[in-house]
């Protein structure tokens, strides 16, 4: 079931929305040669417990990978596509990217929102997948409309992927937004006509998330049981916001 949002909820989702906002910036900030995705990881907990927020994900228990998740943050590297977990061992360096991804709930409201980002200068190539990934996702909020359908949604993100010689993750995807950080409908990149194709109405919330791979759309998890990565070692990027319809059209709730 859809769960409909009222506007009262809306600036709920919005308050979380914008503290996610907060942390992503600071991250960016943060994110340079020699700092460990730990150092990222111990700043945005401590900016979630400062806020009187609960982390999103931290505790999140997930049945495959047969427990819960134990940071505030992911943090992918590289080939990593999603669900890397923070490590002092894991530092950063120059031509790297680090996808971060994060989560809060405030007044018990969600929000959720990822973006990727470069490490000093990297490649024209990685240049241009990181672009393709951030415009699809504009293109895809720019669907949000009332009397759209979700594929409009997915549909927006698979066209321009495609069309500019990148592959979308099949094995991760979207989803609604709300009390819960995972609600329904599930919102892949791509058109898939297995799925319902539900019409959009004022109210909903969904956090679209185009997860995107310079090579092959394969990925296998790591013996971690929750690092996802590309099987072909290509580089990935992932940027996301939470993104309601109302009657005035899209409003993106993790920016300003």
Not at 67 to 93: D, I, Q, W
Not at 200 to 218: C, D, F, Q, S
Request: glycine share 10%; aromatic share 6%; proline share 5%.
């Amino acid at each position: 079931m859809i769960i409909r949002k009222s506007p009262a909820e809306l600036e709920k989702m919005r308050r979380a929305g914008l503290l996610v906002h907060e942390i992503l910036q600071q991250m960016t900030k943060m994110v340079a040669e020699g700092v460990s995705t730990l150092d990222l990881e111990v700043v945005a907990e401590k900016m979630i417990k400062d806020a009187g927020a609960k982390p999103a994900f931290k505790g999140y228990y997930v049945p495959a990978a047969g427990g819960k998740y134990p940071f505030v943050l992911c943090t992918s590297v590289n080939e990593e596509v999603v669900h890397g977990m923070p490590s002092a061992k894991r530092v950063l360096k120059s031509g790297d990217i680090v996808s971060i991804d994060t989560g809060v709930c405030l007044e018990g409201y969600f929000g959720d929102s990822a973006v990727t980002i470069p490490v000093g200068e990297v490649s024209e190539q990685v240049k241009r997948l990181l672009r393709v990934t951030s415009e699809s996702l504009e293109l895809a909020i720019g669907q949000m409309k009332e009397g759209n359908r979700l594929f409009d949604v997915c549909g927006a993100v698979e066209r321009h992927v495609t069309s500019n010689g990148f592959t979308i993750v099949r094995d991760y995807v979207g989803h609604g937004i709300g009390t819960s950080l995972h609600e329904e409908p599930q919102v892949p990149n791509y058109v898939d006509r297995r799925n319902e194709n539900p019409r959009l109405k004022e109210g909903m919330v969904l956090a679209i998330e185009p997860m995107v791979n310079a090579g092959r759309p394969e990925t296998k998890v790591l013996s971690d049981r929750w690092t996802a990565v590309t099987k072909d070692g290509g580089f990935a990027a992932h940027f996301e916001h939470s993104v309601a319809v109302t009657a005035n059209g899209p409003w993106v709730l993790t920016r300003p």
